[in-house]
């Protein structure tokens, strides 16, 4: 049976229905690949950071008993729907809530820090709770010009990125390339550590340091398949990593029937719209709806460009053909639904579709 894969970014009531990957009528092998999410700690509407910070415990609880790889939290700054900024605080509150599902950042944006202090913070997890703890590192500032002014943020900090990363990756091993400097602790839990990126400077980046490699497809999707292309290509073994790890970033809305399915994009569309456009004001359905159908909503919508929305076996039957079209190692999945619950059900109708978890 051909694959019916649903791309669900329409502005409408009724969505589109086309293969996003490959070429009409292709038939693909479901694959053995991991999944992980991608937890952004939404805060809701009418929610508080501590509604996120609890739903965050509750949804990696859900990961861990339902057999998903890894959970990893994004740092963002300045965003009212969205409390993950101190992101190695996170990971501490949910690991200690947590046995033994793997934790990390998806990731630090690094510019934003001292090499040695973020270090000494993932040295202290790793410390905390030994083989569970991931670093991903993005060059990002993972916010606006007014608030990497407010961090102290150079702009040019993100120059030196390729240096702070082999810096970073020193202090978590047995030997400072700092004279005299030592993380504590730190030093010697050689934390993995993993680029983030959604161009082709990162794919080589991390292939020339032969680091596994996660694309952000699930909001930056345009360079996706090149920059997979150019990682495998360029690829250095090193102690780390003998071959290429390739990630890469989906978002699911899975629900019981494809009409919820729909009516949560929806909802999501239309926040995100807001979120983008006024972030300060609400805006009703008509105006969100009217913004998606603009040219500048239709932008922004495209960012979503990867998304499995409906029932189980739809979202399982988009991510089989993505994970083979892209040619991925691991799925990093976000489960951006309306609610807590919804977010919750998601993950566990995905969990059900993928038994034991993998595509």
């Known amino acids: 049976m051909g694959w019916r894969v649903f791309h669900r970014m329409c502005h409408s009531s009724t969505c589109c229905e086309s293969p996003p990957f490959g070429h009409a009528g292709e038939v693909t092998t479901p694959l053995s690949i991991p999944l992980s999410i991608l937890d952004l700690a939404i805060i809701g509407e009418g929610e508080t ?62 510019p934003n820090h001292s ?16 083989n569970r703890i991931d670093l991903g ?36 091993s047995d030997a ?18 993993y680029i983030l990126g959604s161009s082709l400077f990162g794919a080589r980046l991390a292939a020339a340091f032969g680091m596994p490699y996660a694309f952000a497809s699930h909001f930056a999707p345009a360079h996706l398949l090149d920059a997979v292309a150019t990682y495998r290509e360029e690829f250095q073994p090193s102690e780390q990593l003998a071959a290429p790890y390739v990630m890469a970033g989906v978002n699911v809305i899975a629900a019981d029937s494809e009409e919820d399915a729909e009516r949560q994009r929806v909802i999501v569309a239309r926040r995100r719209i807001g979120r983008f456009v006024t972030p300060r004001r609400k805006l009703s359905d008509d105006e969100a709806d009217a913004l998606l159908a603009s040219p500048q909503g239709k932008q922004i919508a495209q960012m979503m460009h990867y998304t499995a929305a409906g029932t189980p076996t ?25 609610t807590i619950a919804e977010r919750l059900r998601s993950v566990e109708l995905l969990a059900d579709a993928n038994d034991p978890v993998t595509v």
């Open 49 to 110: 950071a501590s509604d996120a910070f609890t739903a965050s415990v509750a949804l990696a609880q859900t990961a861990e008993r339902r057999g998903y790889q890894r959970v990893w939290y994004a740092e963002h700054h300045n965003m009212a729907s969205i409390a993950s900024s101190a992101t190695s605080v996170l990971i501490a509150h949910v690991a200690a809530h947590t046995t033994s599902i793997r934790l990390g950042a998806g990731g630090v944006m690094l």
């Open 115 to 130: 090499p040695l202090t973020i270090a000494e913070q993932f040295g202290t997890l790793a410390t905390l709770h030994p």
């Open 137 to 172: 590192l993005g060059r990002a500032p993972g916010s606006d010009q007014n608030t990497m002014r407010a961090m102290r943020v150079d702009p040019r900090s993100s120059d030196r990125f390729p240096d702070d990363v082999r810096e970073l990756q020193r202090y978590l």
């Open 176 to 193: 400072s390339q700092v004279a005299g400097v030592v993380a504590v602790p730190g030093a010697g839990t050689k934390v993995p550590l």
């Open 314 to 338: 739809t979202v399982k039957e988009y991510l089989d053909t993505f994970a083979a079209s892209v040619g991925v190692d691991e799925l990093v999945t976000v489960h951006p639904a309306p």
